[in-house]
């Protein structure tokens, strides 16, 4: 079809397999059309993971997650409540979106992975209650 975008694979086989992971939210980047030009250059998945970013609170998250895990036994695992309650205190439950974000965003550079019934998911489809523990 002529009025097709190519997709990355049908002109470099490399960028295809590049995975892309949002900045902002952790969840994996789908190839879109609109994006064929400049897809070496996304960062965020949509506009309101653009205007959200990443802020004190994210990393704050992320390095109290750091340090629950490495305060329990190697093979333990948290939930991501536990981060929110150490950072929110009575408004812990406002945190709990924000710390699976930074969760995923930690799955994504390698520091964590996030469990379901003992088995590891993908970060992005993960749905219901998670935990999350050190690489093994």
Known sequence: MAHRQPKPSDDDPAAARAEKTCASCGRRIEW?????????????CSAACRSHGVNAVDLQLEATIVTLLQSRAHDCTICPSDAARAI???????????????ARR?????????????????????????RLRTPR
Request: proline share 4%.
């Open 32 to 44: 879109r059309a609109k994006w064929a030009k400049n897809w070496h250059s996304v960062k965020y």
């Open 88 to 102: 929110g205190g009575e408004k812990w439950r406002d945190l709990m979106e924000p710390a699976r974000r930074a």
């Open 106 to 130: 930690m799955v994504a550079r390698g520091e964590l992975q996030i469990t379901q019934g003992g088995f590891v998911v993908d970060p992005s489809t993960a749905k219901g209650a998670i």
